[in-house]
């Protein structure tokens, strides 16, 4: 048995993203996917909304994309988001909860990216994002394959969706049945998709653009306290 999984999915909690949680359900369908991972900021707030709009068939997975002090990491199957701290004590909490911990982008130099313990970090993570679909140059992707190579970890795939039609672009493929967090424990698991998506970038620029245009207009309306 073979499913696929987009384990990165925005929603419009992130302030990256315009995606309501209900669109979020239909674009994994139409993607062909059967699961993803709702991976919000720092936030869990949109998963339960999408779980209540996405069709049963859909496997919907509790996910935080955390803000460590270096990069990003993943928290899967997770109850709360983890503090927003150094990555190894982030790791720590999320196996506390039971999740599994996966470097989000690590190595992409135009976003936040991991430069240091990385020994450390190896020993204590559960796979390695190596194929995020947002990654605009291909040895970003290249080298997070290297260095879960090197350190004999499983390797995972993400859109990093911030719109509906990017849902799926990049993806895990999971082999076999049961939990996901098994599956990557147990390395049945493997990235799919494609990366270089620069037109996504630009996408998200616009949205934020117009994200504080909105809110400059209205501290400026007749009436509005500074």
């Known amino acids: 048995m073979t499913r696929r999984y987009d384990l990165q999915v925005h929603t419009d909690a992130s302030p990256c993203s315009s995606t309501p949680p209900e669109r979020v359900g239909a674009a994994a369908v139409e993607a062909g996917l059967d699961g993803i991972a709702v991976t919000d900021h720092d936030t869990l707030a949109n998963v339960d909304a999408v779980r209540d709009a996405a069709p049963s068939s859909l496997d919907v997975i509790a996910g935080v994309e955390v803000t460590t ?18 990555p190894l004590t982030v790791v720590d909490h999320v196996h506390d909860q039971g999740g599994i911990a996966v470097l989000s982008h690590p190595f992409d ?4 990216s991991y430069v240091t313990n ?65 599956a990557v424990v147990e390395g049945r698991v493997r990235p799919g998709g494609r990366g270089r998506y ?29």
Do not use: W
């Open 198 to 226: 620069l037109s996504g970038h630009i996408a998200t620029k616009i949205h934020q653009f117009r994200t504080v245009s909105g809110r400059l207009v209205a501290d400026l309306k007749p009436g509005r306290s500074p």
């Open 118 to 182: 990385l020994d450390e970090l190896a020993d204590a993570i559960d796979a390695v994002e190596a194929v995020n679909s947002r990654c605009v140059r291909r040895r970003f992707n290249e080298r997070a394959t290297a260095f879960a190579a090197a350190h004999d970890l499983p390797t995972t795939g993400g859109s990093d969706a911030h719109f509906p039609m990017e849902v799926g672009r990049a993806y895990a493929v999971v082999e076999g049945d049961g939990s996901l967090v098994n």
């Open 69 to 86: 002090t270096e990069g990003h990491l993943l928290a899967l199957e997770v109850t709360e988001p983890p503090p927003q701290t150094d």
């Open 109 to 112: 130099a135009m976003r936040q």
